[in-house]
């Protein structure tokens, strides 16, 4: 019994306080002077204004209060506080029984725990349901601090932003560009759930991140909280990703690529660690010096493992194919082509290039050949370097032409001693 009268008590607590703020006066605390048009109803106020209404604080330089509307308008570097944060503006406005305020021009505002920053010329703030809206040039800036104490700072920018400061919950509307250390993504819709990390991107939506592309019609991203780092993609229809790992000690670039209707990669550290397509998939790879001769893979559904960022293993199920080109590494010359159907086939790789392979079928028979590519001499296309060349036809002919010019000189001189003798 003693149990419900305190329930009681704390709801009845929780609905006088909401009665209390939802009547709460609109006070004006100080001002340097005053004007009163009775008939209006409105005051003119300049010089140091300051009103508070509840838990809320706004200061001004001049300001204008409709006492039948309850609504004060501001100019003159409008500073708003609340418990949550506070905002700045050039100018502002606040009506007591919506509880919303507005500013406008060079607007600042970011809440009390530091974790939020809002730019932009023009924001709403609704109060009573503790939403921020953003128009003209927004930009959403959140941040976290790190073990190593550097803050992390993922930015949105659009057209249009919202943000419900209970959920932690964001959205921006046309031209949506997010950024995130190496991370860029750029959408016409995203959606961002800081309390479930997770990011979802809607109208072509494109992400980039050191070596790694995807797009697709619709793209969500779930991010590792605390390294801050990505954790897996899903791109759904007309799904493409894309690879870059550089070469190290000389070796070439080498790249991957992925299509189909649904694509799926999960990742550790930021780095690749298996991309899965479904449906339609297709694939390729290859390195930078030969890039004309792409190794291809395609069937229903396409399984690509990784390991540091290198393709480790390919499993390819449903009506499987593959061709790839095989290498002599010493010579860096193209000395075959494998091609192989099946069920599935199975590839494996050693530093992201094929190490062996294995078929099997049933419905689509294992069957494989391959294809010598000796005779056509097939090397990487390399830009020749023809300065030193050039430089030496260069000085080749300039010796020339003064021997020449030398010989000549020297049959003239010939000549001229003949003449003289003659003439003796």
Not at 73 to 98: M, V, W
Not at 116 to 140: E, R, S, W
Not at 401 to 408: A, G
């Amino acid at each position: 019994m003693i149990f419900r009268w305190v329930i009681f008590a704390v709801l009845l607590c929780g609905m006088f306080e909401q009665a209390f703020s939802r009547n709460a006066p609109l006070l004006m605390r100080h001002a340097d002077s005053l004007a009163a048009m009775r008939k209006a109803g409105f005051l003119l106020l300049h010089g140091r204004v300051y009103f508070t209404h509840d838990s809320i604080a706004f200061r001004t330089g001049r300001a204008t209060w409709n006492k039948t509307l309850d609504q004060v308008e501001c100019e003159g570097n409008f500073l708003f506080t609340h418990p949550d944060g506070f905002i700045k503006a050039n100018r502002g406005s606040y009506q007591r029984k919506t509880e919303i305020a507005i500013a406008s021009g060079t607007v600042e505002a970011k809440d009390s725990a530091g974790t939020y920053a809002f730019f932009g010329d023009h924001l709403v703030y609704n109060k009573k349901n503790k939403i921020l809206t953003l128009t003209q040039k927004p930009v959403l800036q959140q941040y976290q601090k790190q073990k190593n104490g550097k803050i992390d700072t993922t930015t949105i920018r659009a057209e249009f932003i919202s943000f419900d400061q209970n959920a932690e919950f964001a959205k921006a509307f046309q031209n949506v560009v997010i950024t995130q250390g190496s991370m860029i993504v750029t959408c016409d819709s995203g959606f961002l759930d800081k309390k479930n990390n997770w990011v979802a991107l809607k109208g072509s939506p494109k992400f980039t991140m050191d070596g790694y592309e995807l797009t697709g019609d619709s793209i969500y991203l779930t991010i590792d909280s605390d390294k801050r780092t990505l954790k897996s993609a899903l791109v759904i229809r007309n799904a493409k990703g894309k690879q870059h790992e550089k070469g190290k000690n000389g070796k070439p670039d080498q790249f991957t690529e992925a299509t189909g209707d649904t694509l799926y990669t999960e990742f550790a550290d930021d780095k690749i660690k298996r991309l899965y397509v479904n449906l339609n998939a297709n694939g390729f790879f290859y390195e930078s010096d030969f890039a004309d001769y792409k190794n291809k893979m395609e069937g229903g559904r396409l399984d690509l493992a990784f390991k540091n960022g290198k393709l480790r293993a390919a499993l390819i199920s449903g009506d499987a194919q593959s061709s790839y080109f095989h290498v002599m590494e010493k010579k860096r010359q193209i000395d075959g082509k494998n091609e192989a159907a099946g069920d599935t086939i199975r590839i494996a790789f050693s530093d992201g290039k094929v190490k062996h392979l294995k078929l099997s079928g049933k419905k689509t028979l294992a069957s494989g050949r391959y294809i010598d590519l000796t005779k056509e001499n097939i090397f990487p296309k390399m830009e020749i370097d023809t300065t030193m060349k050039n430089f030496t036809k260069k000085n080749f002919q300039k010796i020339n032409d003064e021997k020449i010019k030398e010989r000549n000189l020297k049959k003239n001189q010939e000549k001229i001693s003949a003449k003289k003798e003659e003439v003796k």
